[in-house]
C-alpha cells in the first residue's frame, strides 16, 4: 500500500491505547524555541506486513525521537492531554480541527496555498512521483522520516514535516532557499546515508524541490497550530499562523550570508588565527573541544530539533555534509546548522574571520592538530 502525503491513514494509528506525558524540550531556534515532543510508554499494536513505516512511531528507545512520527499521531497525543485537562476550551478532536485547517489552506487545490506562490503547483504531482519513487524509503511516504530504512540509519533521515533544515546559505532560524535544497539533493550529505541525486534529471530534482517545500511549509502549519494550541489552551486563528509560516518561506524574508571577502592564503598565520578564535571568542570549543575532536564540555548535553540526542562532530579526518570546498564550510561556520545547538558566527566573526576557523577546521579534518594538546 502506497500512503499518499496528507492522506488517509492507517487504522493502526487509532489502534494505539497507551499514556501520554508532557516532557519539556527547548532547542535553539532562531525566534521560534518552542516544541513540544510527547515521551509515551505502550505496547506495540500488532503491525500489518506493509506498515514498516509506523512501526518507528511505537518505540521506548531513550534515543528514538517521539516526535519522529506522523503528525496526526502528535495530534492524537494532544486530544489524549486534552481530554485529561479540563482547562481547554478546545472541545472535540483537535486532532481532526487541524487536520481540517491545513486541509483547507494547504490542499493541493486550496486558493491559499496557489495565491501564496510558495509552492510551483505545476511541479507538484511529479514531484511527488519523484519522492515516492526515490526519497519514500528513507523519509516515509507522508515526508515524516519514517520510511522501512530508518530505524538502521545514523543520522536519520530528516522529518521534513518541520520546516526544520540543517543546511542552507541562510542562518538558522531562517528557511532555506530553494536553491539550498536543490544543492543538498545534487550534492547529497557527506558521512550520512543521505544520496547524491546527480544523476536524476535536473527537472525532476526542482520538481521533487518544490514537493519537498509543500510538504515542509504544511507540516509546519500544522506544528505551529499546535504549539499555540498547546501553550494557549484554544486553537489559534489559523489564517494568522499561515501568515507566520508563509512570512518564514518567503524569499524577502530568507537572508543570505555568502562569503563577501575572498578567502585568505590557506597557510599557518591563518590556521593560527582560527585556532585562537575556534578556543576563544568563537566558542567552538564548548562542544567541539580544543582540538576539535568532539569533547568539549558541553557536549553530550544536546537533542537536535527532531528529538535526539546529537553530538558535536570530531572534526578529526571528518567529511563534511556540505562537502569540502572551502565556501561551504565557510557557509556552514557562518550560518550554523538548523535544529542543532550549533549557531551561526554570521553576526559575531567576521568574514575573515570565518575563513579563519574554515582553516583551522581544515586544518583539524587533515590531522594536523595533535589530540589533547
Ligand atoms: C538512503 C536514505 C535516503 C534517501 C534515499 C534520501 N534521503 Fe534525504 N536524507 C537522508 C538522511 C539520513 C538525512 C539526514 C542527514 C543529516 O542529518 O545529516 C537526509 C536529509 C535530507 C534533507 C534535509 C537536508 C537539511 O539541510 O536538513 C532533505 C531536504 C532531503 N534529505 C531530501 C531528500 C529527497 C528529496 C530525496 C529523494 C530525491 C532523499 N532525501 C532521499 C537519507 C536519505
Ligand atoms: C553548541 C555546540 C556547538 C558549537 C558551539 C559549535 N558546534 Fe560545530 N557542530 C555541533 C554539532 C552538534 C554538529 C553536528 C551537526 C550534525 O551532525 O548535524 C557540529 C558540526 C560541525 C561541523 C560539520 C559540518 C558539516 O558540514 O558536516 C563543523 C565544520 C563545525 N561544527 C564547526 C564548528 C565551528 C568552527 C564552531 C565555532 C565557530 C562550531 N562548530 C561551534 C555543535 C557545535
Known amino acids: ?68 512520527k506522523p503528525f496526526a499521531m502528535d495530534v492524537r497525543e494532544f486530544d489524549e492531554a486534552v481530554a485529561e485537562d479540563p482547562d481547554w476550551e478546545v472541545a472535540g478532536s483537535l486532532a481532526e480541527l487541524v487536520e481540517r485547517e491545513s486541509a483547507a489552506r494547504y490542499g493541493r487545490e486550496s486558493e491559499r496555498l496557489a495565491s501564496s506562490g510558495l509552492v ?91 514537493y519537498v517545500r509543500w510538504v515542509a511549509i504544511r507540516g509546519e502549519f500544522e506544528q505551529v497550530m499546535l504549539d499555540i494550541a498547546w501553550d494557549d489552551g484554544e486553537l489559534p486563528d489559523p489564517d494568522e499562523v499561515a501568515e507566520i509560516v508563509e512570512h518564514r518561506w518567503r524569499r524577502e524574508n530568507q537572508k543570505v550570508s555568502y562569503p563577501s571577502v575572498a578567502e585568505p592564503p590557506f597557510d599557518e598565520e591563518s590556521v593560527a588565527r582560527g585556532r585562537e578564535l575556534f578556543r ?29 540526542r546529537i553530538y558535536p562532530r570530531n572534526l578529526a579526518g571528518a567529511s563534511f555534509r556540505v562537502g569540502d570546498e572551502p565556501e561551504r564550510l565557510w557557509s556552514v561556520i557562518a550560518n550554523g546548522i538548523g535544529g542543532t545547538p550549533m549557531f551561526g558566527q554570521a553576526g559575531a566573526a567576521s568574514p575573515e574571520g570565518i575563513w579563519d ?13 595533535e589530540a589533547g594538546r
Open 120 to 210: 510551483d503547483l505545476t511541479r507538484l504531482a511529479a514531484g511527488e512521483r519523484v519522492f515516492l519513487l526515490e526519497c519514500a524509503g528513507c523519509h516515509g511516504s507522508e515526508g515524516d522520516g519514517g520510511g522501512p530504512a530508518a530505524t538502521h540509519l545514523v543520522p536519520r533521515p530528516r522529518n521534513l514535516r518541520r520546516g526544520l533544515f540543517k543546511f542552507a546559505s541562510t542562518p538558522v532560524g531562517s528557511r532555506p532557499l530553494r536553491e539550498d535544497l536543490f544543492d543538498t539533493l545534487t550534492r547529497g550529505l557527506v558521512g550520512s546515508a543521505m544520496p547524491s541525486f546527480r544523476l536524476l534529471p535536473e527537472e525532476k530534482r526542482w520538481d521533487v524541490v518544490e
Open 1 to 68: 500500500m502506497i500512503l499518499t502525503p496528507f492522506g488517509e491513514r492507517p487504522d493502526t494509528r487509532d489502534a494505539r491505547a497507551g499514556k501520554a506525558h508532557v516532557a519539556g524540550l527547548f532547542w535553539a531556534f532562531g525566534a521560534s524555541l518552542l516544541a513540544l515532543p510527547f515521551a509515551r510508554q505502550q505496547d506495540a499494536p500488532d503491525w500489518g506486513a506493509t506498515d514498516h513505516t509506523r512501526k518507528l512511531a511505537y518505540t521506548d528507545d531513550e534515543d528514538e525521537s517521539p516526535l519522529d
Open 280 to 308: 576563544g571568542s568563537a566558542g567552538c570549543s564548548a562542544c567541539h573541544g580544543d582540538t576539535g575532536r568532539g569533547d568539549g564540555p558541553s557536549a553530550d548535553e544536546f537533542r537536535d530539533g527532531w528529538g535526539y
Open 357 to 369: 576557523l574554515a582553516h583551522f577546521v581544515q586544518h583539524v579534518a587533515a590531522g594536523g592538530e
